[in-house]
Nanobody, 116 residues
Framework: QVQLVESGGGLVQPGGSLRLSCAASGSIFSISAMGWYRQAPGKQRELVATITGGGTTTIITYLDAVKGRFTISRDNAKNTVYLQMNSLKPEDTATYYC???????WGQGTQVTVSS
């Protein structure tokens, strides 16, 4: 059974930074494409960033609203995917989830609140 555990959320002021981590277990992590999603209260869950797995070419995509501010990366040796979030805005406030696109598993989520 695949388990995904997110961490790194918290309260940060506008303009601040956070780095989210998602540790995976129970699967061949390196071949899985991974994604970060977020869901704000009263809104639908949206895809924030994706990163491919396996192969020699890594393809990364971002939601337009986070381009230039967020960076997704992965460390296959640690079975972990990261989301570095810089220049945070109040509208980034949401629960952030990681997702294994190959297996279809979700983490439990980590709360990010951007407020002064």
């Amino acid at each position: 059974q695949v388990q995904l555990v997110e961490s790194g959320g918290g309260l940060v002021q506008p303009g601040g930074s956070l780095r989210l981590s998602c540790a995976a277990s129970g699967s061949i992590f390196s071949i899985s494409a991974m994604g970060w999603y977020r869901q704000a209260p009263g809104k639908q869950r949206e895809l924030v960033a994706t990163i491919t797995g396996g192969g020699t070419t890594t393809i990364i995509t971002y939601l337009d609203a986070v381009k230039g501010r967020f960076t997704i990366s992965r460390d296959n040796a640690k079975n972990t995917v990261y989301l570095q979030m810089n220049s945070l805005k109040p509208e980034d406030t949401a629960t952030y989830y990681c997702h294994d696109h190959r297996i279809g598993s979700w983490g439990q989520g980590t709360q990010v609140t951007v407020s002064s």
